[in-house]
């Protein structure tokens, strides 16, 4: 495995920069390794058709396979063009919009080794160092997010090791021969829900699936012009293809790394320090601390959940006048927490900033409509899904449907 040539499969569709700062980061930090590099050309119509190909041969010489596609197959089409032509063991799935750093492919190779890992992907982290990705969730009402998005890159918890469902195919390494087992992508789907698609066929098949937070690769996120504007029918589908095997899984997840799962009047949901390590928290920063900016600061930069961390921080931005700042801090918070006093706070500065009418469009936007029928509707949603969970076993998710109805369900 350590030795295995390893094809990194880039599809593309335009973008030509974005595509050209990809391959340089690549050999600047893969240069001494087996691999080639298959970028395939969906159908471009930018720079992408001239300029190419030369640059492909100038950084990769011989190792650089081009693969041109005379209209968009979308990114599985491309990716399977991208498989059928590589001569690597190991197929490595890469989007343009990222770069890599130093090191990034060996700790991939060793992961992959381990027994019956069918996937693996790297930690992707945003252009400002937060993370993008360390694995895929589905809610209690499936709904899917990539887990602790926004976390600072260097804390501990996304790297820790965890049962996933489903990893993203913006970055992932794989067998060729487990790839072709597979099937590849499916087609059906538009730039949407084939990685997610994929990894639960490999699952099928009995495969594991990791993120490898020694391997860390930047990624730009979403560039690509309508990456979007299929997922309601990708979602039909995958959900067509996978039902019988989909569960919710963030409430297992948060469980595993010390987190509980909450879910808000209208549904929302997110992730929060149980009650009695957030109360040690605040307590043990009033003792050491008063009105230190700076402390409380740091001490979110180790547990961004600290609620009462963000609530002290822009407190203290308040009463010195730094209002605009009290608000960066409070939408940062609303990033993680959805708690009404989080919430209310939010509202608050943004009309002490912004005015009321524009404070008036976020509290709609947070809220959304409200009413009896949707409260009755909402219950009803949750009823049935406490019945579904204990039906499966899953005693941690029924209890978080409990904790909704003892708190909302009253009315």
Known sequence: ??????????????????????????????????????????????????????????????????????????????????????????????????????????????????????????????????????????????????????????????????????????????????????????????????????CFELRGKGYALAVEGRSVIVHHTSQTPGRFDHDNANGMLFCQRQARRLRPDLHILAALDGYELRLGPNLGHWLELPEAVEEKRNVDFDARFTANEEACRAELEREPLWRGGWHRLMDMLEARGDMTAALLSATRCAMFLGDEVSREKLLHLTEAVEGPDYAASVRAGLTGAVGDDLAKSAKARVQRARRAAYAMGDVLLAEVFNKWLLRYGQA
């Open 1 to 198: 495995m350590n030795n295995a040539k390893v094809s990194i499969i880039i599809p593309v569709w335009n973008l030509w920069n974005m595509t050209a700062a990809c391959l340089r980061s690549l050999a600047m930090h893969t240069r001494e390794e087996n691999v080639e590099i298959v970028v395939v050309d969906n159908g471009s119509t930018d720079a992408t058709t001239t300029e190419l190909e030369a640059l492909g041969r100038a950084l990769w010489g011989a190792a650089f396979c081009p693969v041109r596609l005379t209209t968009n197959m979308g990114f599985a089409g491309g990716c399977n063009a991208g498989a059928a032509a590589a001569t690597g063991d190991l197929l490595f799935f890469l989007n343009n919009d990222t770069t890599v750093t130093p090191g990034w492919l060996p700790p991939l190779r060793e992961a992959l080794g381990r027994q019956r890992m069918g996937v693996v992907g790297p930690l992707l982290l945003y252009p400002n160092g937060t993370i993008q990705h360390c694995g895929i969730f589905f809610t209690p009402f499936l709904q899917v997010g990539h887990l602790y998005e926004g976390f600072p890159g260097g804390h501990p918890v996304p790297r820790n090791k965890r049962p996933l469902q489903a990893i993203t195919g913006a970055a992932m390494l794989l067998r060729k021969d487990v790839f072709w087992e597979c099937g590849g992508f499916f087609e059906g789907f538009r730039n949407g829900f084939e990685d997610l698609d994929l």
